[in-house]
């Protein structure tokens, strides 16, 4: 697309994340955005060096719309429990943005953001900033690894809904299996997750409670895992 005159259409950076955010971080590509926009992928290097840049651009912009909510009446097991679903949730209504957190992060200010303001939550709750770091960084890494997993099953639906019921047929055809199965209660996507994490959680702030050294918390559970 030219403008008036011939000359090649003028961008901004503001016009590739509007461009980008309408891919959704799954397509988002340098060719994707430049059809988009109706211009030439070249016309984009004024703005972002290549793909990771693009990444960058646009998964910073949709982290700049997360806020995290901090309750002061809320324990530690439920503040970290709280952080893990809020993030969880911000990742579940952007697709893709799941395996941008999980290449690198954070990689840009509104990244930093976020986990600054984790780290000043636990702060304020006893932890030293190099153990809040740890602890908040082991939450995250748990909710946007299981989160990556719901949203690849979103991806893939048509596909595993297909196979579903041969999958299950399988399951039942072993004693063992379809006892246990036939047993189990049926929990909701987002009550299996909260279950979960705070489990995990729970065995975190055990080995990893305010005012203990980062030193020793490693040290425990070197000790734990020794053999294995």
Not at 91 to 117: C, H, I, K, M, T
Not at 162 to 171: H, L
Request: hydrophobic fraction near 45%; charge should be negative.
């Amino acid at each position: 697309m030219t403008s008036v005159g011939g000359r090649p259409r003028q961008i901004e950076e503001s016009d590739i994340v509007r461009a980008g955010r309408t891919l959704g971080m799954r397509r988002l590509s340098l060719k994707a955005v430049a059809a988009e926009l109706g211009v030439s992928a070249t016309a984009l290097y004024r703005h972002v060096d290549n793909r990771w840049g693009l990444e960058r651009l646009v998964g910073e912009s949709l982290l700049a719309e997360l806020r995290l909510a901090d309750e002061p009446a809320h324990d530690l097991v439920q503040h970290l429990l709280s952080l893990g679903m809020q993030l969880r949730r911000h990742v579940l209504a952007n697709p893709g943005l799941a395996s941008y957190l999980q290449v690198l992060f954070p990689r840009g200010e509104a990244g930093r953001r976020l986990l600054a303001d984790a780290v000043a939550a636990l702060e304020r709750r006893g932890y030293a900033p190099e153990a809040a770091v740890v602890v908040c960084s082991a939450v995250a890494s748990l909710s946007i690894g299981y989160a990556a997993a719901e949203d690849l099953q979103a991806e893939r639906a048509d596909a595993i809904e297909s196979v579903r019921q041969d999958v299950m047929d399988d399951i039942l055809a072993d004693e063992r299996l379809a006892r246990a199965h036939t047993r189990l209660p049926e929990v909701d996507s987002e009550t299996y997750a909260r279950l979960i994490l705070t489990a995990a959680i729970r065995g975190l702030v055990e080995v990893g409670p305010p005012g203990r050294p980062v030193a020793q918390i490693i040290a425990e559970l070197n000790e734990a895992g020794e053999g294995v």
